[in-house]
């Protein structure tokens, strides 16, 4: 597609068309345009939105939560946007849709915008294209933009790096909860939310994760703790009134800023490692790299077939 189609496109997504955000995205997903011509086209518009990554165990009723918050963030006249990144199917890649048949406040609001992805089996669920896609609804006007793991593995690691806050949804008699917190990822969270907090065990998790936190982390008492509950309600109100404030503060909150340089480098550094794998893996190179055969194995180190595969250098 012509650049100046891209970038009729662009204008009307800036514009909160759902059609052409939607065209951007698959665009992408379907490498018909360039993410580095999207980028140049969105990307210094793209600052204002508070991302938020919303992961923790399968069933821990991420989507119900984000379902229940919507309608209380638009009373703020804040729009909002939704990645729901669901597992992928293994037949097409594409996403099982499960997330957004849960989000059913979205429907009928112009000022909500949602969006589910596979996970295409990559480690963590979390794809590069969530980060692509976060920036372009953050073009298109979206305040507060929720990006949704599958919750699984390093899919917590993966979304921290890509969003302003991350927020970790337990649920009472789990069973992962505190293998979790033990594992390590209570130091990627900026907010613990304990969900279906009507079961009992409740304030038995909220005391664990506090007693972890108080003993791991100096700043134990700045991390909030959230018991929420989609069934009666509880606590779905503050947690929503603590998302609205975290993003009124976000000119003169200088954490968000410092996470703000650390992902915009990360991110360079991505680009780069990609483009020079790509010059890199030219025709005779692959060629050799596909001809290792049962012999091969046994008789080369893979530090020889190295050297071998670096020594076609016709980039």
């Not at 518009?45 to 939560?65: Q, R, V, Y």
């Not at 992902?263 to 010059?279: G, P, T």
Request: glycine share 6%.
């Amino acid at each position: 597609m012509s650049s100046k189609n891209l970038k009729e496109i662009a204008d009307k997504a800036r514009k909160n068309d759902f059609i052409s955000i939607s065209d951007l995205m698959t665009g992408i997903e379907n490498r018909v345009f360039s993410r580095k011509e999207v980028s140049q086209l969105i990307f210094k518009e793209s600052h204002k939105s508070l991302k938020i990554g919303i992961t923790g165990p399968p069933g821990a009723g991420k989507s119900s939560l984000m379902n229940k918050l919507i309608p209380i963030i638009r009373k703020e006249n804040l729009s909002v946007g939704v990645i729901a990144i669901d597992p992928s199917s293994p037949i097409t890649g594409g996403s099982f849709l499960g997330d957004r048949v849960r989000i059913n406040n979205a429907v009928n609001d112009d000022n909500v915008f949602v969006r589910s992805m596979g996970s295409r089996a990559e480690l963590g669920g979390v794809t590069e294209l969530a980060e692509d896609f976060s920036d372009i609804l953050a073009f298109s006007g979206k305040d507060i933009i929720f990006i949704e793991t599958v919750g699984v593995g390093q899919s917590e690691y993966s979304v921290s790096e890509i969003t302003d806050l991350t927020t970790l949804v337990f649920v009472p008699e789990s069973g992962d909860e505190i293998q979790l917190l033990k594992a390590g990822i209570l130091e990627l969270a900026d907010v613990f939310v304990v969900n279906k907090s009507d079961r009992k065990d409740s304030n038995l998790l909220v005391k664990s994760i506090n007693n972890i936190l108080s003993s791991t982390k100096k700043d134990s008492k700045k991390i909030p703790i959230f018991k929420t509950s989609c069934k009666t309600d509880e606590g779905i109100e503050d947690f929503s009134q603590a998302i609205t404030s975290y993003f009124k503060s976000m000119k003169d909150n200088k954490d968000i800023q410092e996470k703000q340089v650390l992902r915009y480098n990360r991110r360079i550094k991505s680009i780069v490692e990609k483009d020079i794998l790509s010059q890199f893996w030219n025709e005779e190179r692959t060629a050799l790299l596909d001809g290792i055969d049962k012999a091969s194995i046994k008789t080369k180190s893979p530090y020889e077939l190295v050297d071998e595969i670096k020594g076609k250098n016709e980039l």
